[in-house]
C-alpha cells in the first residue's frame, strides 16, 4: 500500500531554497531535510517562511532558486499533481473537504475508479476501507462527510495522501480545531505513520504537541534557518527562543484592577436556538478578563454570537453598564460598546480582499463620512496608521491587503478595528488559534491593558494553559450550560475538565 524507499538517502533535501514576493524577501537560502519515517517538526512565528517553504514543497508555488531532491533524485516540482505523482501529500489547516460527499468519494476525488466510462463506487469502497482501518477510524467509507467531527475529517484527509501513495505528509496545524481527545489520536496516528516508514512534516505552534511528536525540530525566524534540535534538546524554552531569538516572559497573572462600581458586561437568563432548552447567565466585571472553558461543542461561540447580535435569542437580557441592549441586532451591540472578535477571523472578522484601513474603518464608516455621505480618507489613513503603531502591526503599509498579512497580524487588525472604538466590553473567541508565541504574548499583553482601562473582557478558549494563565476567573459550559465557576485560587486544569465534561461541584 505505501511505497517503499532507498533509505540510502534522504525523503526529503532542499538546499539553499530561495522566494521572493513583491517588496517581501518570504525565503533566504532556507535548508530542510527529512528521512524516511521522521517526523520533524517546522516552527517559527508568523510571517518566518514556514507556509511559503510547505508551498514550494507541494507545487503552489515556484522557488526563485535552490534545489529539492526527493529520495536522491533532484526534481523541480512544477505543481500540486506534480507533488502528488512524487509521494508528498498536503494535509491544510483549512480542511478541503466536500461535506455534501461520503467518505469514499472524498478520497478518491478527481481519480475515482471507472467502469466503461462510470464511477465505479464499489471499487471506491473497497479501495477506500484499508485507508479508514489503518487511521483507526470507525466509520464507513459511504459516511456522508457531514455527519463527521472536525478531527474525523481531519483523517479523511489523512486518507486522502495515504491514497495518493504518499510518502511524505506535510500537516499544517492539523490540531488547530480538533478537541482533546481527537487530539491525542491523531498524535497516535502520526506515530503509527511514522512506524510505517511514512515521514511527517509537522507545522504547529501548540510547542507541547510538537514536543510529544517530534523527532527533530526545524526553526525559520524571518525567512532564514533560525536552527534546529534534537529529540532530547526538544523543550519549550528552547523552541521559543530558536523562534523568536529571545526568551518570552511567562503568563504571569496580576491583580486585576476591577470597578466593582460597574456593572460590565451582564447577560441573565439568556436562551440561544443551539441550545433551547438551557438558560444561561454570568457577569464580566468591568476591568475584569474572564475566561470561558469548555469542548468543542460546548455552545461558547454560539453563545457570543449570540449576545453580539449575529445569531437570534429566545429569550433573555444582555446589559452594559447597567444599560439594556436590544437583543438579536449586531449594529445595536457596536452602537452600546460590545464588540465581538470572531474564532474564524477570515471568514467573519475580516474582507481579506480589502486593505488594512478599510478594514479598520469598516465597523464605524459613519465617522468617517462628512454630512454628504462622502468618507474622509485621510481621516480613516490617521486611524489606521496609529491602529499600526500601537498594535505593531508588521505590514509595508496600511495599503497592504489584510490576505497579505500573517494569522497574527491579521487578528491585531480585527483587534484593531474594535480598539477604534472605545469598547466597554470585549468578546475574544480564541484569540489565539493558529498564532506563534510572539505574537500570542502581544495579545495577552492588549487585553490585560484593556481590562486594566476598565473594559469587560470575555475571553472564550480551548487552550488550558490560556486560560489558567490570563484570566481573572473562568466560568465552564457544557452542553449549552454553564457548569461552573471558579475564582483564581480554585483554578486548575483537573477542575476545568471535570466541570467540562458535565461534573457538578
Not at 491525542?184 to 514536543?211: F, W
Request: net charge negative; hydrophobic share 40%; proline share 3%.
Amino acid at each position: 500500500m505505501i511505497a517503499s524507499s532507498n533509505n540510502s538517502f534522504p525523503a526529503l533535501k532542499m538546499q539553499r531554497i530561495n522566494k521572493s514576493f513583491p517588496g517581501v524577501r518570504a525565503l533566504i537560502d532556507v535548508d530542510f531535510e527529512i528521512s524516511t519515517g521522521e517526523v520533524v517538526a517546522l516552527i517559527g512565528e508568523n510571517g518566518a517562511g514556514k507556509s511559503t517553504l510547505m508551498n514550494i514543497l507541494g507545487g503552489v508555488h515556484q522557488p526563485d532558486s535552490g534545489t529539492i531532491e526527493v529520495e536522491g533524485n533532484t526534481t523541480t516540482i512544477k505543481s500540486v499533481s506534480n507533488a502528488d505523482q512524487l509521494g508528498i501529500g498536503f494535509v491544510h489547516q483549512e480542511l478541503n473537504i466536500l461535506d455534501n460527499l461520503d467518505v469514499g468519494a472524498n478520497v478518491f476525488l478527481g481519480r475515482e475508479p471507472r467502469r466503461l466510462g462510470i464511477v465505479n463506487s464499489k471499487q471506491i469502497i473497497e479501495k477506500t476501507k484499508p485507508f479508514i482501518e489503518m487511521l483507526g477510524l470507525d466509520i464507513s467509507p459511504e459516511t456522508p462527510v457531514s455527519e463527521l467531527s472536525i478531527g474525523q475529517q481531519q483523517m479523511v484527509e489523512i486518507a486522502k495522501a495515504l491514497s495518493k501513495n504518499a510518502k511524505i505528509i506535510i500537516m499544517d496545524e492539523p490540531t488547530s480545531s480538533l478537541t482533546l481527545s481527537e487530539t491525542e489520536k491523531l498524535l497516535n496516528v502520526i506515530s503509527d505513520l511514522r512506524d510505517k516508514g511514512i515521514s511527517i512534516i509537522y507545522i504547529s505552534h501548540r510547542l507541547g504537541e510538537v514536543s510529544q511528536c517530534a523527532d527533530r525540530v526545524i526553526a525559520l525566524r524571518d525567512g532564514e534557518n533560525a536552527g534546529e534540535l534534537s529529540k532530547d534538546q526538544i523543550d519549550h524554552d528552547s523552541m521559543v527562543n530558536l523562534m523568536v531569538g529571545r526568551a518570552l516572559e511567562r503568563n504571569t497573572h496580576s491583580k486585576p484592577i476591577i470597578n466593582t462600581e460597574s456593572e460590565g458586561l451582564e447577560i441573565s437568563n439568556l436562551r440561544t436556538t443551539s441550545y433551547p432548552n438551557c438558560k444561561v447567565s454570568f457577569r464580566v466585571a468591568s476591568g475584569e478578563i474572564l475566561g470561558m472553558a469548555g469542548l468543542v461543542g460546548a455552545g461558547r461561540s454560539e453563545l457570543a454570537q449570540a449576545i453580539f447580535g449575529v445569531d437570534q435569542t429566545l429569550e433573555g437580557e444582555v446589559k452594559i453598564n447597567g444599560k439594556i441592549v436590544s437583543r438579536g441586532s449586531s449594529k445595536e451591540s457596536i452602537r452600546c460598546g460590545i464588540y465581538l472578535a470572531p474564532e474564524d477571523r477570515k471568514r467573519t472578522g475580516l474582507v481579506t480582499e480589502f486593505d488594512i484601513t478599510k478594514n479598520i474603518s469598516l465597523a464605524s464608516l459613519s465617522k468617517y463620512a462628512s454630512k454628504f455621505g462622502l468618507i474622509n480618507n485621510n481621516k480613516e489613513q490617521d486611524v489606521a496608521n496609529h491602529q499600526i503603531e500601537s498594535l505593531n502591526i508588521k505590514t509595508p503599509s496600511a495599503s497592504t491587503p489584510v490576505v497579505n498579512l500573517s494569522g497574527g497580524n491579521q487578528q491585531k487588525v480585527v483587534l484593531a478595528k474594535w480598539l477604534s472604538m472605545a469598547p466597554k466590553a470585549i468578546i475574544f473567541d480564541e484569540p489565539t488559534r493558529g498564532i506563534d508565541v510572539g505574537a500570542k504574548a502581544e495579545i495577552y499583553k492588549l487585553m490585560r491593558d484593556l481590562a486594566n482601562q476598565g473594559v469587560a473582557v470575555w475571553m472564550i478558549s480551548s487552550d488550558m494553559e490560556e486560560v489558567i494563565g490570563i484570566s481573572d476567573r473562568i466560568a465552564v459550559m457544557h452542553e449549552g450550560k454553564i457548569t461552573g465557576e471558579l475564582s483564581r485560587e480554585e483554578f486548575s486544569e483537573e477542575t476545568i475538565m471535570h466541570f467540562a465534561v458535565g461534573g457538578k461541584r
